[in-house]
């Protein structure tokens, strides 16, 4: 994982910001993929990023301005030097006390284990055709968020590509991003013996299960990826942990 300086932090608030050019963020998404350590902090960022742009966190750090100013104005006066300790340190101890509640209330109520564990297959260069100029588009809706059109886009060209694993696998997040996680299945199941989507396709259809509340489902492909030993292991081991915990809390 990249060294950890003001630098690498910046980085990753650009990526969040869709400030990165695309050859910035390629690469960046690219790294993500195979480097698990790198793909945790960026998560870890984003969560944090999430929630102080939030509306309702603006609000409460509102709040809490107006009780630090509270606390500023009481130590100026100076009256009774030990009531007032006493209640500088409470005042504090409440403001810690609710930092941690609500982010920790932000936490369970935004990262739910799917958005916690899954990451947007990254944008690469893909096969090129005659249809270039269709395929340009469909990467252009998908790095946009724009799935819905994304989809449209992508459905004509693997109908014309049918042999194309890499447009099914963008298909396939671009269904289960925009919560059509049967028919991102569809597509994640025909790539699972596919020599070099195999594992990803076993990674995102446990995500996929994980979405529609079919545990079971996806913990017996988790075991088959950890089994596997390849670059999701430690993702699949992490979550396989994390359902089970829910299982057996």
């Given at each position: 994982?990249?060294?950890?300086?003001?630098?690498?932090?910046?980085?990753?608030?650009?990526?969040?910001?869709?400030?990165?050019?695309?050859?910035?963020?390629d690469d960046f998404e690219r790294k993500?993929?195979?480097?698990t350590k790198f793909r945790e902090e960026?998560?870890?960022?984003?969560?944090?990023?999430?929630?102080?742009?939030?509306?309702?966190?603006?609000?409460?750090?509102?709040?809490?301005?107006?009780?630090?100013?509270?606390?500023?104005?009481?130590?100026?006066?100076?009256?009774?030097?030990?009531?007032?300790?006493?209640?500088?340190?409470?005042?504090?101890?409440?403001?810690?006390?609710?930092?941690?509640?609500?982010?920790?209330?932000?936490?369970?109520?935004?990262?739910?284990?799917?958005?916690?564990?899954?990451?947007?297959?990254?944008?690469?260069?893909?096969?090129?055709?005659?249809?270039?100029?269709?395929?340009?588009?469909?990467?252009?809706?998908?790095?946009?968020?724009?799935?819905?059109?994304?989809?449209?886009?992508?459905?004509?060209?693997?109908?014309?590509?049918?042999?194309?694993?890499?447009?099914?696998?963008?298909?396939?997040?671009?269904?289960?991003?925009?919560?059509?996680?049967?028919?991102?299945?569809?597509?994640?199941?025909?790539?699972?013996?596919?020599?070099?989507?195999?594992?990803?396709?076993?990674?995102?259809?446990?995500?996929?299960?994980?979405?529609?509340?079919?545990?079971?489902?996806?913990?017996?492909?988790?075991?088959?990826?950890?089994?596997?030993?390849?670059?999701?292991?430690?993702?699949?081991?992490?979550?396989?942990?994390?359902?089970?915990?829910?299982?057996?809390?």
């Amino acid at each position: 994982m990249s060294k950890r300086s003001p630098e690498f932090f910046d980085l990753i608030e650009a990526y969040l910001d869709n400030k990165l050019d695309p050859k910035t963020k390629d690469d960046f998404e690219r790294k993500m993929v195979i480097d698990t350590k790198f793909r945790e902090e960026v998560e870890k960022h984003r969560l944090l990023h999430g929630v102080f742009k939030d509306t309702d966190s603006l609000e409460f750090r509102e709040k809490l301005i107006k009780i630090e100013n509270g606390v500023q104005e009481a130590v100026s006066k100076k009256r009774k030097p030990s009531f007032f300790n006493w209640k500088i340190a409470a005042t504090v101890l409440t403001i810690v006390s609710l930092t941690t509640l609500f982010i920790f209330q932000n936490f369970e109520k935004d990262q739910t284990l799917f958005e916690k564990y899954f990451t947007l297959y990254p944008v690469e260069d893909v096969v090129r055709s005659s249809k270039e100029s269709n395929l340009k588009k469909a990467m252009e809706e998908y790095s946009s968020g724009n799935y819905s059109r994304a989809i449209l886009e992508f459905e004509k060209l693997v109908t014309e590509m049918p042999n194309s694993f890499e447009l099914k696998m963008y298909l396939g997040n671009s269904y289960l991003k925009n919560g059509e996680s049967d028919k991102a299945l569809g597509e994640f199941r025909s790539l699972v013996n596919t020599s070099n989507y195999g594992e990803i396709a076993k990674w995102y259809m446990a995500l996929s299960y994980l979405k529609t509340n079919e545990n079971d489902k996806s913990i017996s492909l988790l075991k088959e990826i950890i089994a596997y030993d390849g670059i999701y292991k430690e993702d699949a081991k992490n979550l396989h942990k994390d359902l089970l915990k829910m299982s057996n809390p």
